[in-house]
Structures are given as C-alpha cells and as structure tokens.
C-alpha cells in the first residue's frame, strides 16, 4: 500500500472537475432554491405546517419513485440520463421563476400561488429521484477504484460548498433583489450545470443484466443493502438521526419570531451547518475516516444531537450560529464516513439501485424530517419541536451503540487498502 496519502488525486481528472462544477451548480441551485421557496411560503401563510408540507410534497414522489429509478439508472446511460434530470430542474426553476412574478400577487390568490409552488415542488421531486443515483453512479465511471475515498470526499465537500452558499446567498438575494430575481439566479445556474455536463463524455453501461425484469432488478438491489450490515446500519442510524435532529426546516420560524434576525440572519443560520461541514470535509482529504469508522459515526450523530437540543432552547444569536457550526461539523464526519460505505461496499452493476435505497433511507428523511418538525412545532411549539427531535437522537445513537456491537467495531481501513492495490 502507498503510505503517501494525495488529497487531490480525484481532482487530477479533468472530467471529474467537470463533474464537480455540475454539482456544485445543481446543489447551490436546489438549496437556494429550497430557502426561497421556504421563505416565500412561510410569509404567504405565517403557518410552521406549511414549511413541513413543503418537505411533504418532495418526498412522496422522490420515494415512490426511488427504486424504480434505481432500476432504471442501472440499466441507462448516465451522462445522458443526467442531463435529463437536470433539464427537468431548469422547466420547474423557470415555473417558480414566472410564478413569483410580482403582479402575480394581484392576478392570482394567495392560495393558487400557494399550490402553484407545492405542485412544483412535487414535480421536482421526481426530478431527485432521479438525480441522486445517477450522480453517484456516475462518479464510478470517472474515477478509478484505487482513489474513490478521495473522490466521495470531493464530491461531498462540493455539495456541501453549494449548500454553504445557495443558503446564504439566498437569505441576502432574498433581501437585495427579492424572491422573483432570486428564482432568476437559481434558474441561470441551472443552466450552468446543463452547459458544462457536455463536456463529460458518454460512459459504458456495466450492467450485465441489462433488460432484466425491473421486480427482480429491484428485490436484488433491497437485498443487497438489507444483508450488508455495514450499509444497513449507516443508512438506518442516519436516517432516523436526520429524521428527528433536523431542525433547519423550522429556521424561518426561528429568524422571523425567536431570534428576530430578518432574512439576513436567516440565511446565515441556514448556511451555517453546511460551513461546519464543509470545514470536516476539507479536513478529511488530509485526515481520513477509514479507520474506527463505526465509532466515528456513533460519536458524530451523538454530537449532532446535542448541537439541536442547543439551537432549539438558545435566544442568543450567535450561540445559535455556533450550534448550527458544530451540527454541521459533526454532520460532515456523518455523510463521509456513509459516501465512503456505499462507495467501497457496492458493486459497479448494482450503483443506482443502492444510491436509490440510500436516498429513500437519508435523503428522503430530510423531508419527512422537515414534516415531521412542521407538524411537531405545530402541536408542541417550535422550541419544544426542535429539544424532542434532538432527544430523540441521542435516543438512537444510544440504542445502536449498545445493540449492535458489530457495527460499532466497523472498520474500513482493510477496504481502502484492497482498493488501493487494485490497478
């Protein structure tokens, strides 16, 4: 094995940097776009429900569609199948563009702009159903298999970059040129991405069941995930972990009436998690987390847990900001360590189908999570929402550490290892 660690070895092919710019321009549209909207809806209707319906209208496309799409991402080109995924983001940033067209608010009802951008979001949720499996099928045909540690790195450190600055331009955009021209940018960068994915070529299918009968393509990929224990055991203790612990969709609710901060502070607190995150991820280009990795988990979700319970009970805002620094932080450790799973445990025919699994498990959660904080601020009050989400964490992580020995004694250092002998 090469002891000489390259913290840029994914980042010495061209088409990978490529593949980074796509990302970066498709997370910071999505993520700014999310905040607008939340911000839109929330002053449209003064109501914590309507930010959870929000998540609501996401995640029942994105999750009934998640395994077919799985499916159907192992069996297609990904390049091509990408550039659909993105055009279809662009219609659906250009609907939200022209319904929040100022003399919309005299020509419609509040309530028909309302589910206009509900209707939207549902639609864009097919969108990530999508999206999700075939990026992360696509990093495997860029990449070789010796440097995939490094490059789940990247690419999560890209994503995390986005949702550092779609937030936190939003919150200022939103103040500076409003929500209809703030839609504009989040359009404008969507076409970046669509632009600049041509310039990856088209990629081998190495799917060798291709036309294969799409309910055992599926009971083989469910399988898969469910009899691996080091997947399994990432994907559940995180999902449930987002699921109860996100507290950024009630952020609005925090900016406007609690710490009374105006859109400005909002986007600053809904940027913050992602700089915490991004600063681990950097980090861990120098410092990986192959090594006790199960233990490294168990400790960062621990961690998160106890940075929500802060946030939800702080009247500071800077403590606030600094709760939401450190969840970030911890969350980093969180997303690395469950990249670097699914990167070195999935086989090359099986990529979309695993990343459609992994989206219905974390990805989904965040809108349950959005919900499921919505609908608790709504019967309990925001603060109590936000303290019972966090418990309920460390409630989780407690749980797993003690019931599951194997998984707290994961380690994936043997792994990088045979990968890095390969080639």
Known sequence: MNKNIDPYAALRFREFNIFLLVRFAMVFAWSMQFIVIEWQVYSLTKDPLSLGIIGLMEVIPAVSMALFAGHIVDQKEKRNLLVKCIFGFSVISFGLFVLSWPSMDTRLETKTILYGIYALVFLGGFVRAFLGPTIFSLIALIVPKRIYPNAATWSSSTWQLGSVLGPALAGFSISIIGVHWSMCVIFGFSVLALVSLFQISKKPILNPKIGEPI????????????????????????????????????????????????????????????????????????????????????????????????????????????????????????????????????????????????????????????????????????????????????????????????FRKLDLQKDVEEHETEE
Not at 221 to 230: L, P, T
Not at 284 to 307: D, E, Q, V, Y
Not at 310 to 316: A, I, K, M, N, R
Not at 325 to 351: E, H, Y
């Open 215 to 406: 309910f055992q393509s599926l009971r083989e990929g469910i399988h898969f995930v469910f009899s691996n224990k080091a997947v399994f055991g990432a994907l559940t203790l995180d999902m449930v972990a987002v699921l109860f612990g996100g507290a950024v969709a009630l952020l609005p609710v925090f900016a406007q009436d609690i710490l009374h901060v105006g859109s400005e502070g909002f986007g600053i607190l809904r940027a913050a998690p992602a700089v915490g995150a991004s600063i681990t991820m950097l980090g861990s280009t120098r410092f990986p987390l192959h090594k006790n990795a199960g233990k490294k988990l168990l400790w960062a979700i621990f961690g998160f847990g106890i940075c929500i319970i802060v946030f939800g009970l702080s009247t500071y805002f800077w403590l606030s900001v600094m709760a939401l620094f450190i969840s970030g932080a911890v969350d980093g450790i969180s997303m690395i360590i469950r990249q670097t799973i699914l990167q070195l445990k999935t086989p090359d025919n099986m990529r979309g189908r695993v990343a459609s699994v992994n989206s219905m498990f974390v990805g989904s959660s965040n809108e349950l999570g959005a919900f499921e904080s919505g609908l608790t601020a709504k019967l309990m009050g925001t603060v109590t929402a936000v303290v019972f989400g966090g418990s309920m964490t460390l409630l989780t992580v407690g749980i797993t550490a003690f019931s599951s020995p194997t």
